[in-house]
């Protein structure tokens, strides 16, 4: 699992509305409902699960980046 502020920050490029401080406390089914609700226009009516996942593969992902540059 990514960082909790890096998924906070991924958020923002996939929903309307980042992330809660205390998202990570939620169950799965709450976290899904919060992003199929607050998702951004162009991504309506996708499954939260994948909304999701997408947020945690850019959240890994720039940290990966940011680690990498860090050496």
């Known amino acids: 699992m990514s960082n909790k502020n890096d998924m906070i920050w991924a958020s923002g490029h996939y929903l309307g509305e980042n ?4 998202y990570h406390k939620w169950t799965e ?4 409902q919060f992003c199929e609700d607050h998702c ?16 945690e ?12 540059q860090k050496k």
């Open 19 to 22: 992330f809660p401080n205390d």
């Open 29 to 32: 089914d709450k976290i899904y």
């Open 40 to 55: 951004w226009e162009p991504l309506e009516g996708s499954d939260g699960e994948w909304l999701f996942e997408q947020i």
């Open 57 to 68: 593969h850019l959240a890994w992902s720039v940290r990966e980046y940011i680690n990498a």
